[in-house]
């Protein structure tokens, strides 16, 4: 770590950046976060940037010389991240000479920072569905999400949904959209043929396959209890339920019912990202009915390894997934239930996705960044 600014020329763009979301476990927004610092990183090769973070930073092998860690003092570890962000950051990060800073989740340092600031959005549960946040995550983002959006020098979101819904919500107007790039792994050309991955998790049967933390907004109650009335019918043919994806928050009724349909079931728990792709290539179908996501990552992934998608009928998910889905509305277990096995008796093929369909632009990041660059 670095704690002197002495060895930055100043003609040197030093760019700071949320840390915390970069753990050893990622999840769909870390893997977004991770694809726009890997960008910053291949842009602007003669610059400095820096992740600043109370917690441990995880990051894949070719990152880890081209960033530089500013972690908190050891006192502040125990903190919970919104707490030392909010608290204790500022005075962090205002001992660097920053062009600018990067807010990975919406929520600035309080008090004022003494550079510019991009603030990243990626969706308004707090506001569509609080009930299935953590308390703390909650109130911080009912009491400073609209106030640091509005602070930010500059905002961009994940999708035109959860744009639409900043306007709709806080009167800001987002810079751009930046759509999560999905990494080259999941294109169909790439998917592996061979079944080893689905041998080392003891899966030998047809399988349906769900891919998020288990918490309530994904709506996985919904997906057991369509897929333990069809399994009742015989009416699925011998297939399981695969479930993959972190424990999450505020789930026993997930895992009570994971363990009452325990035979049908496969709860893999965390799985490494180059073991995904097999998993949604041999699926027969991938189910994503989530009340309310600001994108949908899984649904993306799956698309490109070629595996039919049904998911709700939100405008977010109907955006991720190009239009291309089966759609549902998530609270309709009957609709759930004719969807699915329609699906089955149609035998039907994913849709023939490349990679210009779903291309990420970095432009207002670029933008945003060559501004001050120009400035400097």
């Known amino acids: 770590m670095k704690n002197s600014m002495s060895s930055y020329t100043e003609n040197e763009m030093v760019i700071g950046m949320d840390g915390f979301p970069f753990s050893k476990q ?9 694809a726009i610092l890997s960008m910053l990183v291949d842009t602007y090769p003669q610059a400095k940037i820096l992740l600043f973070s109370n917690k441990p930073i995880f990051l894949p092998a070719e990152l880890e010389d081209r960033v530089t860690r500013v972690c908190a003092a050891k006192g502040y570890m125990k903190l919970p991240t919104t707490v030392w962000l909010k608290c ?10 920053l062009d600018c800073y990067i807010s990975t989740g919406g929520l600035l340092p309080s008090g004022k920072l003494s550079c510019p600031t991009l603030s990243v959005v990626h969706d308004l549960v707090y506001k569509l569905f609080p009930k299935s946040m953590g308390r703390l995550q909650y109130y911080s983002h009912a009491f400073f999400l609209k106030h640091d959006v509005e602070k930010a020098t500059a905002v961009i979101c994940n999708s035109m949904g959860t744009a639409s819904r900043v306007v709709e919500t806080f009167g800001v107007e987002p810079s751009g959209i930046v759509c999560p790039p999905i990494h080259p792994r999941y294109y169909k050309k790439e998917c592996r043929d061979d079944k080893t991955v689905l041998e080392k998790y003891g899966i030998d049967s047809p399988y349906f396959l769900s891919v998020g933390t288990l918490e309530p907004r994904k709506n996985l109650s919904m997906t057991i209890r369509v897929f333990a009335s ?3 019918r015989g009416a699925l043919g011998g297939h399981k339920l695969v479930l993959v994806g972190a424990k999450g928050w505020r789930n026993n009724e997930i895992v009570s019912l994971c363990e009452a349909y325990s035979k ?9 990202d180059e073991d995904l792709p097999s998993l949604y290539k041999h699926a027969t179908a991938f189910l994503f009915p989530s009340l309310y996501e600001g994108f949908g990552i899984p649904v993306r992934e799956a698309m ?19 239009g291309l889905a089966t759609y549902i509305n998530p609270n309709d277990k009957s609709q759930y239930e004719e969807a699915l096995l329609s699906l089955v008796a149609s035998s039907r093929q994913g849709p023939a996705l490349n990679e ?19 400035a400097k």
């Open 304 to 322: 490109m390894c070629g595996c039919p998608v049904l998911t709700s009928d939100s405008p977010e998910l109907k955006e991720s997934s190009l």
């Open 88 to 97: 204790f950051a500022g005075r962090l990060i205002n001992q660097y000479k």
């Open 26 to 34: 990622q999840g769909g927004i870390g893997k977004y976060l991770l």
């Open 264 to 272: 049908d079931i496969f709860r893999l728990g965390y799985v490494p």
């Open 230 to 232: 069809l399994v009742s």
């Open 356 to 374: 210009r369909m779903i291309a990420s632009d970095f432009s207002s990041i670029l933008q945003f960044i060559d501004s001050l660059k120009e």
